[in-house]
């Protein structure tokens, strides 16, 4: 069985800066993609940043500039630091990992980590 679990979320102001992690853990072969979505109520989840295995990365525009995603493949681990926060970033997010096992390849989801930047 394989978990993603998340870290890192929190209140913050407007212009300050959150950095989360995101480990994934269980009888894991090989960890690919890995990336960050974010959903607000009554929305559809968006995806934030992904980063290949070999660190390719992209991001959607409203972030650019403003938050780096990352990874430590020793540690299964994937992470999104946040700077310049804008209330306009306040949502759950989620890490999604692309995770090959015994079982075979599938994409995994963590629980979710609450942001809420206030202005």
């Known amino acids: 069985q394989v978990q993603l679990v998340e870290s890192g979320g929190g209140l913050v102001q407007a212009g300050e800066s959150l950095r989360l992690s995101c480990a994934a853990s269980?009888?894991?072969?090989?960890?690919?993609?890995m990336s960050w979505y974010r959903q607000v109520p009554g929305k559809q989840r968006e995806l934030v940043a992904g980063?290949?295995?070999?660190?390719?990365?992209n991001y959607v525009d409203s972030v650019k500039g403003r938050f780096t995603i990352s990874r430590d493949n020793a540690k299964n681990t994937v992470y999104l630091q946040m700077n310049s926060l804008k209330p306009e970033d306040t949502a759950v997010y989620y890490c999604n990992s692309l995770i090959t096992t015994w079982g075979g390849r599938r994409t995994y989801w963590g629980q979710g980590t609450q942001v809420t930047v206030s202005s």
């Open positions: 980063i290949s295995g070999g660190g390719s990365t």
């Open positions: 269980g009888s894991i072969i090989s960890v690919s993609t």
